[in-house]
């Protein structure tokens, strides 16, 4: 069964804190993204990788930065968190090939205070 | 900017009402379509897609969707839903060659009624 796992399932963090959020899936694929998830607003595209050490902006990085080192990780880094980062974090990984179907992980939601 | 509308962003139903949820893209070239679910606690998955010849498609659980080129639309049905279709309902659109990259849209968030 394919999975994409995200490290953490429920954060906390201060203004200013840097922030991690990791996730790595085990499906050898190609692709992998980061969105954030708003009520009202769905899925926004944050970064997106389509191999190791590649990373393609979406559309909303401001705040953001990424690191795919390792096919299977891609971790998603607020180098100085802000209170409108406090969000559902989602991960998703995919083929190389154009099938247009992502296989996410189950989020991480972040509180920053 | 390709942009993708859901029209309803709260839907409450009774057991066995029929469903239609309202998706519209703005993107004029080739795209392909996708609807998917995701039920409470759990992570998205991809309920059905659209690249295609017969614009009518079904997917798991009794769902399907029509792709309306015409109109730019890719409405989610299901004559009868459960209780169990509770979830949010996303739907997606890529352009042609875009690999997969995802537009989403604002979700529809589904309630049925024992």
């Known amino acids: 069964d394919v999975k994409v796992t995200q490290s953490s399932r429920y954060l906390v963090k201060r203004t200013g804190e840097k922030v991690f959020l990791e996730c790595v899936q085990d499906?050898?694929?190609?692709?992998m993204f980061w969105y954030r998830q708003d009520p009202g607003l769905g899925l926004r595209l944050i970064y997106f990788?389509?191999?190791?050490?590649?990373?393609e902006k979406g559309d909303i990085p401001e705040g953001y930065s990424v690191s795919r080192e390792k096919k299977e990780r891609f971790s998603l880094i607020l180098e100085s968190a802000s209170t409108n980062q406090t969000s559902m974090y989602l991960c998703?990984?995919?083929?190389?090939?154009?099938?247009?179907?992502?296989?996410f992980g189950e989020g991480s939601r972040l509180t920053v205070l | 900017a390709q942009s993708v509308s859901q029209h309803n962003h709260h839907v409450i139903l009774s057991e066995a009402a029929s469903l239609e949820l309202g998706c519209n893209y703005s993107?004029?070239?080739?795209?392909?379509l996708f609807w998917y679910v995701q039920y409470p606690g759990q992570h998205l998955q991809l309920l059905l897609k659209?690249?295609?010849?017969?614009?009518l498609v079904k997917g798991i659980k009794g769902f399907e969707a029509e792709f309306i080129k015409s109109k730019f639309s890719f409405n989610l049905r299901k004559p009868s839903v459960q209780w169990s279709d509770t979830a949010e309902y996303f739907c997606?659109?890529?352009?042609?060659?875009?690999?997969?990259?995802?537009?989403f849209g604002g979700g529809t968030r589904l309630m049925v009624k024992p």
């Open positions: 998703a990984s995919s083929s190389g090939k154009s099938t247009g179907e992502l296989f």
């Open positions: 990788s389509y191999d190791v050490k590649m990373k």
């Open positions: 659209y690249f295609s010849g017969d614009p």
């Open positions: 997606a659109v890529n352009r042609e060659n875009a690999g997969n990259m995802l537009t």
């Open positions: 993107y004029g070239g080739t795209v392909n």
């Open positions: 499906m050898d694929h190609e692709n």
